[in-house]
C-alpha cells in the first residue's frame, strides 16, 4: 500500500502563495489518479483539486479555480498543489489522496489512501 507524506503547509497572509508536496512511498505512483482535498474545522473534507496518472486530465473545485494548479512528477512520485491568491477561507487542513485507478474522481471515498495533512492558515 502506498504511503503518501505533504509537506508545504505553513502560515501566509492573504493573497500570498503556498506549494504544498506530496511524497509517495513506490513505484507504482505512476499508475494512480491523484487528488487534494482540504478540512476545516466544524466542516466537511472538501474535494480541491485531482489529477489523472499521466497528468493528461486536472479537476477543479469552483471555489479554487483559477487560482490553484495541481500538478505530478511521476519520476519523483510527487503531487504538487501551487496555491496563489490565497483567501482566509482556504484555511484548512489539507490532505493528498491516491485512487488505485488512472481516473480522477472528485468524492474523498473514491480515495484509497490519504496522507497525514498539512495546515494551511491564510491571515487576513
Known amino acids: 500500500q502506498v504511503q503518501l507524506v505533504e509537506s508545504g503547509g505553513g502560515l501566509v497572509q492573504a493573497g500570498g502563495s503556498l506549494r504544498l508536496s506530496c511524497a509517495a512511498s513506490e513505484g507504482s505512483f505512476s499508475s494512480y489518479a491523484m487528488g487534494w482535498f482540504r478540512q476545516a474545522p466544524g466542516k466537511e473534507r472538501e474535494f480541491v483539486a485531482a489529477?489523472?496518472?499521466?497528468?493528461?486530465?486536472?479537476y477543479y473545485a469552483d471555489s479554487v479555480k483559477g487560482r490553484f494548479t495541481i500538478s505530478r512528477d511521476n519520476a519523483k512520485n510527487t503531487v504538487y498543489l501551487q496555491m496563489n491568491s490565497l483567501k482566509p477561507e482556504d484555511t484548512a487542513v489539507y490532505y493528498c489522496a491516491a485512487r488505485y485507478s488512472p481516473i480522477i474522481a472528485a468524492h474523498w471515498r473514491e480515495y484509497d489512501t490519504w496522507g497525514q495533512g498539512t495546515q494551511v492558515t491564510v491571515s487576513s
Open positions: 489529477i489523472s496518472e499521466s497528468a493528461s486530465y486536472t
